[in-house]
């Protein structure tokens, strides 16, 4: 069957009828069976038994909240379980403690690793995050202990978004080095004199929900605001009077850079020595999203030789940073603690955003943020299971062949099924592309739950199509084909006859494979990672680009070469367990017949 890891399938019904408090018979029902789990963590008959035997005796569940909640939250909690408020606890006091829990609630400041799980013995069921980033969360390990996983991933948007032009600001007057210069005594007047923020330009990294409501407010004080974000639809931006730019457009020429888009692994030091050269001198950037998506080293030269002329940062790579980090010495660098969240209001609001979704959890039922829990009947499930891998990294794939700036709006999904078309229930997997094409470059999780409201909210057109076969029902599906109308591709290759990006699979003795991309038939594993070249064909190029790979050790999993006539032109596909390093692809660019390649994650 094919691998599920990435997304926990739950058995569970909604139920109607009333249950005691804790409904803990409820979650020993709706843990996914052992076969559906990649670690093969089913609930032990000891542990739903142990859930059952709570429920006779109508023990309320245990909550364990490590970190400051606003106390709405709190008391809805406490009207539903025992509440225990432990903040400030060591990796093992965490892991000692955590035996005795059924729901765990934190913010950014707990590592909720591997061991937390490991050492719960089974009983942690829920694991809410009373906000958006879940980097402090190891969901995989969640998933694979039959955990639910829930975040919080509006309440605190507006909180974030005010904390940046806080930052903008008091970094333009040098707020916080007065402040401190005053309090040691000195009156330095020239000293810090500042910059205005009328009549400049302001570029938004990142047009999400925090990026826009920054950008809103930076208009409001007379900035002009420019924003990248290549998968944002340019008539939200417009409507509120922003341009949509190009990467090197909106670094080129911004007096402001606001960095709002989540880490992943691209955005992961977007700003480097090579984007910092490229900034206009005497830039001011601002940090509200991840430390990660700057290389702190490379600002610290780029503070060094003037290109940038400060930063604010309220958001660090290693979080508290070290004590002597030159960075937050630097006196051009204004910094906070990780506040973006820290409102009253905000955390109000988290508080019983977090609170309800725990409390649906721990009732068996799944809330629209559940971060790694959709829910699906068993039926569909095991019918579907083959396909689920392959809908999610079609998705995957076709959202990492769309250029730069082009903005995603309208993807459709066929079905090619010798099946009458009231004979297969697609939610699952329309679920999974839609979780494909937005989980690599967005902070939210998608699941059937939220799959469609999702993509409704980014203003992305989800159509199916079924395309019927002829033949023996036999299969649920022969093929799944995923297209994106009006943007163009990195990898002009992926444009079908048409004029969409087009990809399309199969599944083949249980596994998802690419078999066609644009025009082009391929025929590759959808394992690892994947470079598409298209090439002249000719004799020795597997080999040529094998040596480059070779030298690098990254191991060659698949390769396949489909061409449209000999001699003409050829698309190779190569499935690679490690990423290339920069050089190595930059080598296999250069071989003089191959025309155009792109390295895909999957
Ligand atoms: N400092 C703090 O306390 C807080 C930090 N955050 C962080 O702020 C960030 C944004 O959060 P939201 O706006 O809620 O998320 P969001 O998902 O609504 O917006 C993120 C946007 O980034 C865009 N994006 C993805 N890849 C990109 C790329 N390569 N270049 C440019 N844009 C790209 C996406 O298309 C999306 O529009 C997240 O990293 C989140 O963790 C959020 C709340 C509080
Ligand atoms: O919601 C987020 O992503 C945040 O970064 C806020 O973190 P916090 O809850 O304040 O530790």
Redesign the pocket.
């Known amino acids: 069957m094919a691998a599920v890891s990435s997304w926990n399938l739950v058995f569970a019904q909604p139920s109607k009828e009333k249950r005691p408090p804790s409904s803990s018979l409820s979650w020993a029902r709706s843990f996914p069976s052992k076969s559906h789990l990649p670690g093969g963590a089913a609930p032990t008959a000891g542990r739903a038994a142990s859930l059952a035997v709570l429920s006779l005796l109508g023990a309320k569940p245990t909550v364990l909240v490590t970190e400051k909640l606003g106390d709405a939250g709190l008391d809805l909690l406490r009207d539903f379980a025992n509440v225990d408020c432990s903040y400030n606890l060591s990796p093992e006091e965490l892991c000692t403690k955590i035996s005795l829990c059924d729901a765990l609630i934190v913010?950014?400041?707990t590592k909720v690793s591997r061991e937390v799980f490991e050492s719960s013995g089974g009983r942690l069921k829920v694991v809410g995050r009373?906000?958006?980033?879940i980097d402090n969360v190891d969901v995989a390990a969640a998933t694979e202990h039959g955990c639910v996983v829930v975040n919080a991933p509006t309440a605190?948007t507006i909180a974030a978004a005010e904390h940046g032009i806080a930052l903008l600001a008091s970094m333009a007057r040098n707020i916080a080095q007065a402040d401190a210069s005053v309090k040691a005594g000195k009156w330095q007047r020239n000293k810090y004199v500042g910059v205005s923020l009328v009549g400049k330009t302001l570029a938004i990294m990142g047009f999400g929900k925090v990026g826009s409501e920054v950008a809103r407010r930076a208009k409001g004080l007379g900035m002009l605001v420019i924003a990248h974000d290549p998968y944002a639809p340019a008539d939200r931006a417009r409507a509120i009077g922003v341009e949509m730019v190009s990467f090197d457009e909106a670094i080129s020429t911004a007096d402001f850079i606001s960095l709002h888009m989540p880490l992943t692994p691209a955005t992961s030091k977007m700003l480097n020595d090579d984007t910092f050269a490229k900034m206009k001198k005497g830039v001011r950037i601002v940090n509200v999203a991840r430390g990660g998506v700057i290389d702190e080293e490379a600002l610290l030269r780029a503070l060094a030789s003037g290109i940038v002329a400060q930063a604010a940062l309220d958001v660090f790579t290693e979080e508290p940073p070290p004590q002597d980090s030159r960075l937050v010495q630097h006196e051009n660098v204004t910094v906070t603690p990780?506040l973006?969240?820290?409102t009253t209001e905000a955390q109000e609001g988290v508080a019983i955003e977090i609170a309800d979704a725990v409390i649906g959890a721990l009732k068996g039922e799944l809330a629209a943020t559940a971060v790694n829990a959709p829910m699906v009947p068993a039926e569909v499930i095991s019918e579907l299971a083959p396909y689920v891998d392959l809908a999610e990294k079609l998705g995957r794939l076709a959202i990492q062949l769309v250029a730069g700036g082009s903005g995603i709006k309208s993807v459709k999904v066929g079905y090619a099924s010798a099946r009458g078309p009231d004979d297969l229930d697609t939610r699952l997997l329309r679920a999974m592309v839609t979780k494909g094409l937005i989980e690599p470059i967005s902070s939210v999780f998608v699941n059937l739950v939220n799959a469609d409201f999702t993509a409704k909210q980014r203003g992305l057109r989800i159509t199916e199509e079924r395309i019927m076969l002829d033949g023996s029902p036999e299969n649920a599906l022969e093929y799944i084909q995923v297209q994106i109308a009006n943007v163009e591709s990195k990898f002009a290759s992926a444009m079908s006859e048409s004029g969409e990006i087009r990809v399309e699979g199969k599944v083949k003795d249980g596994k998802p494979h690419l078999t066609m991309v644009g025009s082009f038939g391929v025929d590759v594993s959808l394992e690892g990672s994947l470079i598409l070249c298209r090439q002249i064909d000719q004799p020795g190029m597997i080999g040529k680009v094998g040596s480059i790979l070779g030298q690098e050790n990254v191991n060659v999993n698949y390769m396949s070469v489909g061409r449209t006539a000999p001699g003409k032109q050829a698309i190779m596909t190569i499935g690679v367990d490690e990423e290339p390093c920069r050089e190595a692809l930059m080598a296999i660019g250069e071989i003089p017949a191959i025309e155009e390649f792109v390295f895909l994650k999957l």
């Open positions: 913010r950014s400041g009373a906000g958006v980033g605190n990780h973006g969240a820290s």
